[in-house]
């Protein structure tokens, strides 16, 4: 009798148990639609970019009428049954698609086929440091062993803290896949850039230009599918030295002389197609002054251009946003309307 009345309760508990969860969905914390049947009609916002392409106007030289968001969805093979629809709110920037919840699975995927995933772009940090011959040399052997050049930036950045070197320059751009990031800083020097001969009085008449002296950095950057590399296009110019004035003698013949004052420039230039990992930093060049202001000078200093580069990813703004029952939401949209 006692084990009878043992696997009874035995039996309440975990029948009874076993037979309610099979009558419960199981809740997912991500997704708001599990909990919902598949013919349910909600009213679904996804925040969107304008160049969209649904509720544009025409090409001006086009007989066709504009295409509605509903247009572009149903391109893509939605279709829009009595009591469903997809509008484009353009005061709050919201695509607002009226349909059942089994259909959105679809919608999320055309979605993200039209806008494509989250932005991406890389944050670029140049660094040029000064330092003696001798330590630049150590520095850059430490580049040979390895792909990325960590451990020489690390290096130079040591000498920096205990005196040996110093960053003379640096600046920070961010570039975004595609298209071609430029910084720039310095002044304005007027350098002649060639003459003119001028028949009335004889001589040679200069022409002026403007020629930006300091530091200029443009980048091209390519993010690779993974996110973990980049292949980078760059051109580096820096201006190392103040201009020198100096003067220029031109012979116009007959024992004839003409001088000009023009300026020399000191400028450090590289330009080279780079590959590296996200987080990462390269040795650009290392520039080597051949003419130092003292002749007599018996420490030459050399300049290191160190670039890192990190790819940021912006959070996708395509995703879904409000979940409302439909009649009521359609009611609200059509009195913004």
């Known amino acids: 009798m006692k084990c009878f ?31 919902l049947p598949d013919t349910k009609l909600i009213t679904v916002e996804y925040k969107f970019p304008y160049s969209f392409g649904g509720d544009m106007p025409a ?42 919840v ?10 993200e086929s039209i806008l494509g995933g989250p932005q991406k ?6 660094r040029i440091l000064e330092m003696s011959r001798e330590e630049a ?9 390895d792909f990325k050049h960590d451990k ?24 975004r896949f595609g298209q071609r990031s430029k910084s720039e800083t310095g002044e304005e020097v007027m350098t002649v850039e060639g003459f003119d001969w001028n028949e009335t009085t004889g001589l040679l008449v200069p022409r ?12 091209d950057p390519v993010i690779s599918g993974d996110d973990l590399s980049i292949d980078l296009s760059c051109a580096l110019e820096y201006h190392y030295r103040a201009p020198v004035s100096d003067v220029m ?30 987080g990462s930093t390269l040795l650009l060049g290392r520039f080597t002054d051949r003419s130092p202001e003292d002749p007599s000078a018996k420490t030459l200093l050399d300049r290191l251009a160190f670039l890192t580069g990190t790819v940021q990813m912006a959070e996708s703004t395509n995703r879904r946003r409000v979940i409302e029952d439909a009649p009521a939401k359609r009611e609200n949209l059509e009195k913004e309307k």
């Open 5 to 35: 009345i043992i696997l009874a309760t035995l039996w309440l508990c975990f029948g009874l148990g076993f037979m309610g969860g099979q009558g419960l969905e199981k809740k997912s914390d991500t997704d708001p639609f599990s909990e």
């Open 59 to 100: 090409e001006e030289d086009s007989e066709k009428p504009r295409k509605s968001a509903q247009d572009v969805l149903e391109s893509y093979g939605v279709s829009f049954p009595e009591g469903t629809s997809a509008d484009i709110d353009r005061v709050r920037g919201v695509l607002v698609v009226t349909h059942t």
């Open 102 to 111: 089994k259909v959105f699975e679809r919608i999320d995927e055309i979605i």
């Open 121 to 126: 772009q890389v944050f670029f940090e140049l």
């Open 137 to 145: 040399e150590r520095v850059e052997e430490l580049t040979k062993p």
């Open 152 to 175: 020489a930036f690390q290096a130079a950045m040591e000498l920096v803290e205990t005196g040996k070197a110093r960053i003379i320059a640096a600046t920070s751009v961010i570039g």
């Open 208 to 219: 002026f230009s403007a020629r930006q002296c300091g530091l200029k950095l443009e980048l």
């Open 249 to 278: 003698k031109i012979s116009l013949g007959s024992g004839k002389e003409q001088e000009f004052a023009i300026h020399r420039f000191f400028v450090d230039r590289v330009a080279s197609q780079q590959t590296f990992l996200t």
